[in-house]
C-alpha cells in the first residue's frame, strides 16, 4: 500500500494552530492519521529533522540542549514517523508545522524522499 505524507506549512498568525487543534482533538479519526508527535503543532520536531543546523534551533538553544542530546531527539522522532506510517492502515498522514515557513530550499528538499517528484 503507497503511504502519502501531507505537510501544511501555514505561516505565522495564519490560522495554523486552530487547524492543528483541530487534528490533534480527532486523532485516528477520519481517512487521513495526524502524526502524534506529543503536540498539536509538529514545528519542533520537523525542524529538528531537517534544518541544516537543529542544534541552533530556538527550542533547543532555549531549553540549553546539548548536540548529544539533538542528535538522539532527532533519531528517535525518525523511529516514531517510521512506526506510525508503518503501523497504520492509513495511507495519508498529515503534518502542520509553522516553522517550516521559514526553512531554506535545501531544507525544503531534504524533507522529501528520494526519487520523489518534488
Sequence with gaps: MKKEVIIHIGTHKTGSSS?????????????VEYFDFGEPN??????????NNPYNYHFHRKL???????D?????WFSVIDRQIFSS????FF????DV???????????SPPNSPG
Design 19 to 31: 487547524i492543528q487543534e483541530s487534528f490533534y482533538g480527532s486523532m485516528g479519526e477520519g481517512g
Design 64 to 70: 540549553g540542549k546539548t548536540k548529544k542530546y539533538v
Design 95 to 98: 503534518i502542520s508545522a509553522e
Design 101 to 111: 515557513c521559514t526553512f531554506t530550499e535545501p531544507e525544503l528538499v531534504r524533507m
Design 42 to 51: 509538529h514545528s519542533h520536531v520537523m525542524a529538528s529533522l531537517f534544518l
Design 72 to 76: 538522539a531527539y532527532v533519531s528517535e
Design 89 to 92: 492502515e492509513k495511507e495519508v
